[in-house]
């Protein structure tokens, strides 16, 4: 099938222009050639490009810095457009420079057929899922304000482009990421595609209330049912009806409620505690963790049948530090969030100092973590335009560390280390409980179940 845009090829050979537009419309790409930098940009300012094929050495000057600055200029008017620089002059500081102005590749010519092919086809496909970021974020916006996704990396628009792809079905759907990563905002986002975006969307955490609470919370209780319940209660899965019922911490739910939440979603009635006779819900499930199911099947912590049950299709959030090229923009984007805080109202900006601080720190909180500490180090740089590292409450300096001695094992290692960014928590803010659990993306009841596995005070 025809790609949906035009490609343009822009070099002054003619020869080669005939060879590899002809193999690009054998390949079922419409091509539109220019032999000049004049006729390109005329092309170029005429229609949309998703992707252009460009050499650098094009008359009337024909020397390699206007190519460059051309690229820059095309880049700057459309951000959007991949470029593929093909020229005859292969030295690496041209390829390295049109790299860093922002060009999706650099081909040394005579190019292999296969090999541009192959980097055209992936070249549209990120076109693609960019604008399919693009589309599930304006719609994330709109439910959720200013809470907008950021980001470009790749597992970060993989995960988008899947949310989107499932959005439409009624799959249930299983959200896994550390915490602090997203994952409510990511189910958000599939609610808000699905459907069921006019109906309600539910969210309970699991973790947050013991079990005899979160059962009434989820299928509500009638009057006199136990010691307090002084009138009927509508449980959460009654007000998911018609929309979507979010379960955080899935992980945290205990074995014998597991089984009432199982019986819920096979038949599709709810049973409030106290009541004689079922209630019909139609929803649709959205569950979330981070914590493995699978160690947890193992263990026998978690019944199999509700994993399959919850686990429809997958969605995996990245941590922070697996999201490197994403840093600069979430960081910006919370300075922004933040202006208000600034005495003149202006967002403050990170100086390469705090810039490269932030980059070598391990963010073990991911979003929550990094959105905490720019609203600090906004207030803390006072009436300065650039933070600097000073202003963040870790040195910058931080690498990851060894095991400590006897952890051999992986699981004996990830104790260790989850043991290690505990008490950094905990000495960075003085031993206060709310605030080192909000950094590491924890409940205050979570931090305190590990403050006791791991005999901390």
């Known amino acids: 099938m025809a790609p949906a845009h035009p490609l343009l090829l822009v070099d002054d050979d003619s020869a080669f222009r005939k060879v590899y537009g002809g193999l690009l419309r054998d ?71 049109a790299i860093r102005l922002g060009a999706y590749d650099f ?39 200013d809470a907008a996704m950021v980001g470009q990396s790749a597992p970060f628009l993989a995960a988008l482009s899947l949310a989107e792809r499932v959005a439409g079905s009624d799959l249930p759907v299983l959200v896994t990421g550390e915490n602090g990563t997203g994952k409510e905002l990511l189910a958000r986002l599939v609610h808000q595609k699905s459907r069921r975006h006019a109906g309600p969307f539910i969210p309970v955490n699991c973790g947050a209330l013991p079990e005899t609470l979160l059962e009434s919370a989820l299928f509500g209780h009638v009057k006199g049912s136990f010691t307090g319940a002084t009138r009927d209660h509508r449980g959460l899965f009654a007000e998911a009806d018609g929309g979507t019922l979010f379960l955080d911490e899935l992980g945290d739910m205990t074995p014998s409620l597991q089984v009432k939440v199982l019986r819920a979603l096979e038949t599709g009635d709810i049973l409030p505690v106290g009541a004689d006779l079922p209630v019909h819900v139609d929803i649709r499930l959205i569950s979330a963790t981070h914590q493995d199911l699978g160690h947890m099947l193992q263990e026998g912590t978690f019944r199999e049948d509700l994993y399959w049950r919850v686990k429809g299709v997958e969605l995996r959030l990245p941590p922070l530090r697996e999201r490197a090229t994403d840093l600069p923009l979430l960081a910006k984007h919370f300075l922004n969030q933040c202006a208000h805080l600034c ?92 605030h080192s659990a909000e950094a590491l993306g924890l409940s205050r009841q979570g931090l305190l179940k590990k403050l006791e596995r791991f005999g901390l005070t």
């Open 343 to 434: 005495p003149d109202g202006r967002a403050r900006l990170l100086s390469d100092a705090a810039a490269e601080s932030l980059a070598s720190h391990g963010w073990p909180g991911n979003l929550r973590e990094l959105r905490h500490e720019m609203q600090r180090a906004t207030v803390l740089a006072g009436e300065r335009r650039e933070l600097q590292p000073e202003d963040l409450s870790f040195t910058g300096s931080e690498r990851p560390r060894a095991s400590a001695p006897g952890a051999t094992t992986l699981a004996a290692k990830v104790e260790a280390l989850e043991r290690r960014e505990i008490e950094d928590a905990l000495k960075r803010f003085g031993g206060n409980r709310t």
């Open 107 to 145: 081909l040394t010519k005579p190019v292999d057929p296969d090999v541009l092919l192959v980097v055209v086809q992936r070249a549209l496909a990120r076109v693609a899922l960019e604008r399919q970021v693009e589309a599930l974020r304006t719609s994330l916006e709109r439910a959720a304000g």
């Open 27 to 97: 390949a079922g790409y419409e091509v539109v050639e220019a032999g000049d930098r004049p006729s390109a940009r005329a092309a170029f300012e005429a229609r949309p490009f998703p992707l252009v094929l460009l050499d650098l050495m094009l008359p009337p000057d024909g020397s390699v810095s206007a190519g460059l600055a051309g690229l820059a200029a095309l880049l700057d008017a459309r951000p959007g457009t991949k470029v593929i620089v093909v020229s005859g002059v292969g030295d690496t500081r041209h390829s390295l420079e």
